[in-house]
């Protein structure tokens, strides 16, 4: 099956963010927004994958020895950091671009990481299975809403965790994420985001539930002007990350 | 390590007080630190090489203390009260510890005995090579990082380079880093004086026409003296003979700790004001005097130092535990806007001031005594002062905190 007749891939989507993906790796440049997102995203992957595995939050390899899957990787701004915290990560994206560009800055930085153009399909029909699946600022752009998560939660494997980061579906994600961010602004191009495909927490929780998985967290992910900086609160009426963990044997 | 390369997370190029206090709290956060000094470390603690004596502020003792490097220290004597008086005037404003909290102001240290404390806790942290004596003949900033080529031949290959060898820095230099620089044409005598009588912890801050003179405590019954003269006359009170010198240093210091002797060499440090355009490059960072030399009016040199380190160590160590890159330049930023503001304030108050006290016009002098006493009239107005200089003041990184890396 190739990545781009999957189900739950569509394809204006994969080619709007290949045109976007050279720009990925500057952090001053076009893709500042999401470099600035980055830390409290990590953190979040960080604290569930702590408390899920009991790990040494002092070490410097916290994550050693577990495999972790990144969907949707992109260039590659979330497989590296937690390559370099000791996991042994695959990132799979369904744009050629994306993966050629993350692999180029893998080995300029000399971390090790996976990846490959294809679908989180594909790699379930493979029987692949890892400790950690990362589904991040993906949800919102799948055609297929249930395809994706019954692939995405067949890619855990048994005690393993699910994290993922969306936008919810309420007046105040269309007026942030979409107004906001696309049409004033301007730190994502304009078209990016489809509001009605936004994922509210009740309904990723009822896919979760159907794969089987039980729900740990759902945290409100929120910016702060003034500081610049995104943290984790209670409030997800737009940015969300939510932790799923499913049952051991 | 592979035919003399040596891998680490940030390369400290200066090992003095601020680059072995940044390389000690990186390496307890886990980083792999390597710090670069052209003098070898033992000739560093010799009583000829520094005989400056560095008032601790509370937040910078928390630090010292968090970083292990305190325990170290051979000696510390608290500030109790800190007496601030213009000239001849009657007027003075009178700092006591006891009204913003149980602890003191500060702690005065000799700049010897905490080298060789920081020498002390370098020895016990894991993680922290100190290559001394060594020089980087090379340093070359590359897109994923920077390598250093010493003159040994070895290459230290890092993440980040922090630049951390004082005012000349040549990093900051190589890096095409300007700044706004100048002199006061002043100088400050620095030397030791035995007294009679106890100090009782009292600093004494006195604006003399010439510039600031500060009695600050020591162990024992000696303090530290900071004697501000124009550069030329500086020279001259250096070169007189025992006898003379001391009665120069009497009739500003006063008979109110009884009989006075001069203990050991007289030294003097032009003062200059040196502020850098840019903290922060394309992975590098500066810390301490290469960034920032403010006048030592205030005693808070090394403070800001301490605060660029502590500050520098929570950024690093949070980049490291995300496993995001440590020269990332959104958390060179950070730093640079953490620092910037409060360096730059505390830069411009001290130069100010400075400016206001070093004359002796009549008009000036009568506003200045007014404002003295105002500030003593205040109690609010006096607190922002005195937490100033504890050096408690705004958002403080976990370290200035007290809290262990």
Same mark, same amino acid.
């Given at each position: ?15 709007? $963010? ?17 470099? &600035? ?81 294809? =679908? ?15 589904? !991040? ?37 269309? +007026? ?74 | 390590?592979?035919? /003399? ?15 072995? =206090? ?11 630190? &390597? ?28 630090? !010292? ?34 009204? &913003? ?32 004596? +060594? ?20 290459? &230290? ?27 006061? /044409?002043?100088? /400050? ?23 600031? $003179? ?8 000696? =303090? ?43 030294? =003097? ?34 403070? !800001? ?27 060179? +930023? ?9 360096? $730059? ?50 958002? !403080? ?9």
């Amino acid at each position: 099956m190739s990545a781009a007749a999957a189900p739950s891939v569509d394809p204006a989507e994969v080619e709007r $963010f290949a045109r976007m993906a050279e720009a990925w790796w500057d952090p001053l440049g076009q893709f500042r927004p999401l470099h &600035v997102l980055n830390p409290v995203r990590l953190g979040y992957i960080r604290e569930q994958a702590i408390a899920r595995f009991g790990l040494d939050p002092k070490a410097r390899r916290v994550l050693d020895g577990l495999s972790l899957l990144d969907i949707g990787c992109g260039g590659g701004l979330v497989a590296e950091p937690l390559a370099r915290l000791g996991a042994e990560v695959t990132g799979i994206d369904a744009a050629e671009r994306n993966i050629a560009i993350a692999r180029a800055h893998a080995a300029e930085s000399g971390v090790a990481v996976q990846y490959r153009a294809a =679908s989180a399909e594909a790699l379930a029909a493979e029987g692949r299975q890892f400790d950690i699946v990362l589904a !991040l600022e993906i949800v919102e752009h799948v055609a297929d809403l249930g395809a994706f998560m019954d692939a995405a939660c067949a890619l855990v494997k048994p005690g393993g965790l699910i994290v993922l980061a969306t936008l919810n579906r309420t007046p105040k994600a269309f +007026a942030l994420a979409i107004v906001g961010a696309e049409w004033v602004l301007r730190w994502l191009p304009r078209g990016t985001h489809d509001w009605r495909k936004f994922v509210r927490p009740s309904e990723l929780a009822r896919e979760l539930r159907r794969s089987g998985m039980a729900l740990s967290e759902v945290r409100g992910v929120t910016y702060s002007p003034l500081a610049d900086r995104w943290s984790l609160s209670g409030d997800t009426a737009v940015n969300y990350m939510l932790a799923a963990t499913k049952p051991a044997g | 390590m592979r035919d /003399g390369m040596i891998e680490s997370d940030v390369l400290v190029v200066g090992g003095g007080l601020v680059g072995l =206090s940044l390389g000690i709290g990186l390496a307890q956060g886990g980083l792999d630190v &390597v710090v670069v000094d052209r003098e070898a470390p033992a000739s560093q603690t010799l009583p000829a090489f520094d005989g400056r004596v560095s008032a601790i502020a509370h937040a910078s003792r928390q630090a !010292l203390q968090a970083l292990g490097i305190w325990r170290h220290l051979e000696a510390a004597e608290p500030i109790l009260d800190i007496r601030v008086t213009d000239g001849t005037s009657p007027l003075f404003v009178h700092y006591d510890h006891r009204e &913003v909290g149980a602890e003191p102001f500060g702690h005065m240290v000799e700049n010897r005995h905490l080298r060789l404390a920081l020498q002390g806790a370098v020895n016990e942290t894991p993680g922290l090579r100190l290559l001394a004596p +060594a020089a980087v003949t090379v340093l070359e900033r590359r897109p994923a990082a920077v390598h250093a080529r010493l003159a040994d031949g070895r290459t &230290v290959r890092a993440a980040l380079v922090v630049g951390a060898e004082g005012r000349n820095s040549p990093t900051r230099e190589a890096a095409g880093i300007r700044t706004t620089t100048w002199s006061y /044409g002043q100088a /400050g005598i620095v030397c030791t004086v035995g007294h009679e009588r106890p100090h009782q912890g009292v600093a004494q801050e006195r604006f003399l026409p010439a510039g600031p $003179f500060a009695i600050l405590p020591m162990t024992g019954s000696r =303090s530290s003296l900071v004697w501000t003269e124009r550069e030329d006359l500086a020279a001259a009170l250096l070169a007189l003979p025992e006898a003379e010198f001391l009665a120069e240093l009497g009739r500003r210091f006063g008979d109110y700790l009884g009989k006075l002797e001069v203990e050991g060499p007289r030294w =003097s440090y032009p003062l200059s004001f040196l502020h850098a355009e840019r903290y922060i490059d394309h992975r590098l960072a500066l810390a301490g005097d290469a960034a920032h030399g403010i006048h030592p009016i205030s005693g808070q040199g090394l403070n !800001l130092g301490l605060r660029d380190v502590a500050t520098l160590v929570e950024i690093l160590v949070g980049q490291a535990r995300l496993g995001l890159d440590l020269g990332d330049p959104l958390a060179l +930023a950070a730093y640079e806007r953490w620092r910037r503001v409060d360096t $730059f304030v505390l830069g411009a108050i001290t130069d100010g001031l400075n400016r206001l006290f070093s004359n002796d016009i009549a008009p000036v002098r009568l506003v200045r005594d007014l404002g003295l006493g105002i500030v003593e009239q205040l109690p609010p107005l006096k607190r922002v002062f005195m937490r100033h200089a504890r050096g408690d003041m705004g958002d !403080l990184p976990g370290l200035l905190r007290g809290e262990p890396v």
